[in-house]
Each structure stands twice: as structure tokens, then as C-alpha cells.
């Protein structure tokens, strides 16, 4: 079975067949339902070998900073989900670390492989790094604030996002509200670590709060937010509640708060953000700020098909989160 017996099939050309096999950006709904119903009829199946001799190996790149953290599973969901109906399939690698030359390592290895778009999750390296690939390789970035002409970005309101978890801990009538920041990746403003310890900043000076501000700079795993947790509640006043900045330091405050023999949400409340599915689960109950991982990695599987299908012009995507209250935050005693 070949392409020409699709077209004949479709009664469309080869060229219109070649177009829907490679998601071309600007082929309309109608052709490409035509030419998939005749791909369905026929059992046609492109051979690999020969896309990759034509430019295209239908593959594309996941490169992220490590697997543990249990919301990038939701982002790989997303983005598989958007891309199997065209054929293509997600290679993943992790950095191995957090820092620029492990992430190059990681990003030359995809680009090897000839991956015919990137999707790099949560990078730390200089935008001029993230720039110089996207010249060859079509790039989405997400979680990242910037803003460039070479590749697109899908990110979450996370300004909106730390400003709920802050309002609602102040609205429960906590007043000793701790965060657990990041140090990896440094403080550059595009950075959403700094967004959202900034406008946890921002809300504690607003209510009159500012100096209750207490902050722990460590990473966001499950390590970090331990070791975070353990600094803040040796300090005097001890909080009554702790935002941590993703769900994987909450595991970790969650930890160090019932190791020193205290209940959440009865001693300390805590919060963190993602909203990923295991959160969810009756025995962890945690409250967190919901920024739908499915949703962004739809967005950036279909972003990528666009731009490996001749899109040139620069698009932004942001998610707009909500906030889940669940038991682990309640009024303080």
C-alpha cells in the first residue's frame, strides 16, 4: 500500500496526502478527514525509514529535568494524547540535573536522534541557549515566562495561582504563613519560582503581613521541601501554615511536619501547587493550586505540530488556575 493508493482512493491528490501525513500546517478539517477515512480503509501505515529520508522522522523530544515530579506525568498524558492521531511519538530524557550543562547534554541528545520538535519542560539555561535551537529545531517551552520570537511558550498564571493559595490561608486567619521556594535556575523574573515567591511576598505586605514574611530557599522535591519545612519550624514564631511552591515539597513538608510530632492541618496547615492526580487521593488530601498538566500538554503537542507544519510566527498559551481546597489546610488553633 502506498501514498498514491490513498490519494486514489480519497480522489485527492498525493500531494494534499503528503500534506495530512505531515500535519502541514493550514490543511483544512475536511481534507484531513477525507484522507484519514481512506488511510483507515485501506490499512495504510507511512514507513519510517522512508519520512526520515524525506525530512521527518515523527518524533518528538520531551526533555525533562528529572521523572519524579508526579505533574509532568500529567503534561506526557496531554501531549500524547494530541499527537497520536498524526502518527508521531514522544521521546523523553532528563536532564539528569538542573543545571545548564546537563540540560545542553539533554537537548543535544534529542536534537542527535533528528526529533522533528522539542517539547523542554521547566528549563534553567539562558533564553540565548533556548534561542540558538529553535533556529533548527521547532521548540515549545513550558512553565517558563518568556517571551520570543523563535519559539512558543505554554505557562500558567502563576502570579493568579500564588495569590489564591495566600488569600486563603489568610482568610482561614493564618498570620505565620511560611513559603518554600527555589534557588535552582537562580531569580530571573521569567522564572516561576521567583513569580510565585514574589507575589507570596506581595499578598503577606498587602494584609499588613510583611513581617511574618519567612521564606525557605531550597528546590522544589521532595528533599527540598523536607529540609525546607524542617528550617521553618525550628523558627520562632513557628508557622501555622506553609505554601509550598509545587506538590512535590509539599510531600516533603508533609513529611518533616509529622516527623516533629505535629498534625496537618491541626498544627500546620500546607498547601502547594500543581494540582496532580495523586494529591487527590483521600489519604493526602492536599490543598494545591490547580494549573491542569493535561490541558498544557495538549496545548504544546498541538503548538509543535503547528511549527514542525511550517507555522513560523510565535505563539503564547496561558492557563488560568484555580484553587483546590482539600483537608490538609483549616483554620489555625
Not at 547534554?105 to 526529533?115: F, H, I, K, M
Not at 504563613?177 to 523574573?189: F, L, P
Request: net charge negative; aromatic share 4%.
Amino acid at each position: 500500500m502506498t501514498i498514491t493508493d490513498v490519494a486514489e482512493h480519497a480522489q485527492v491528490s498525493t500531494t494534499a496526502v503528503s500534506k495530512v501525513l505531515r500535519n502541514a500546517y493550514g490543511v483544512s478539517e475536511a481534507m484531513r478527514a477525507k484522507v484519514q477515512a481512506a488511510i483507515d480503509e485501506l490499512g495504510y501505515r507511512p514507513h519510517n525509514a522512508a519520512r526520515a529520508m524525506r525530512g521527518r522522522t515523527f518524533t518528538i523530544g520531551v526533555l525533562l529535568p528529572h521523572i519524579r515530579n508526579p505533574f509532568f506525568a500529567d503534561i506526557l498524558d496531554g501531549l500524547t494524547d494530541e499527537i497520536s492521531a498524526s502518527g508521531y511519538q514522544a521521546i523523553m530524557v532528563q536532564s539528569g540535573g538542573r543545571d545548564p550543562a546537563a540540560e545542553r547534554r539533554a537537548s543535544d541528545a534529542l536534537v542527535d536522534r533528528q526529533v522533528d520538535g522539542i517539547l523542554w519542560v521547566a528549563p534553567v539555561c539562558a533564553r540565548a541557549q533556548l534561542e540558538k535551537l529553535a533556529k533548527d529545531t521547532p521548540l515549545v517551552v513550558l512553565g517558563r515566562h518568556d517571551r520570543s520570537a523563535l519559539y512558543d511558550c505554554v505557562l500558567d498564571d502563576d502570579e493568579l495561582g500564588a495569590e489564591l493559595v495566600v488569600e486563603h490561608l489568610i482568610a482561614l486567619g493564618h498570620r505565620h504563613i511560611a513559603h518554600i521556594t527555589e534557588t535552582i535556575g537562580g531569580s530571573s523574573a521569567a522564572m516561576l519560582q521567583t513569580i510565585r515567591a514574589t507575589t507570596y511576598e506581595r499578598v503577606m505586605t498587602e494584609h499588613g503581613l510583611a513581617g511574618h514574611i519567612a521564606l525557605a530557599a531550597t528546590s522544589y522535591t521532595e528533599e527540598g521541601g523536607y529540609e525546607g519545612a524542617r528550617e521553618l519550624l525550628a523558627r520562632d514564631p513557628r508557622p501555622t501554615a506553609i505554601f509550598a511552591g509545587a506538590d512535590q515539597a509539599a510531600f516533603g513538608a508533609l513529611a518533616a511536619v509529622h516527623e516533629a510530632g505535629l498534625t496537618v492541618p491541626g498544627d500546620i496547615s500546607v498547601a502547594g501547587y500543581d494540582n496532580a492526580r495523586i494529591i487527590g487521593l483521600a489519604h493526602i488530601a492536599l490543598t494545591s493550586v490547580d494549573q491542569d498538566g493535561a490541558i498544557m500538554g495538549r496545548t504544546a503537542g498541538r503548538l509543535l505540530l503547528e511549527r514542525v507544519g511550517g507555522r513560523t510566527a510565535a505563539m503564547r498559551f496561558s492557563v488560568t488556575p484555580t484553587l483546590v481546597p482539600r483537608r490538609s489546610t483549616a483554620p489555625p488553633r
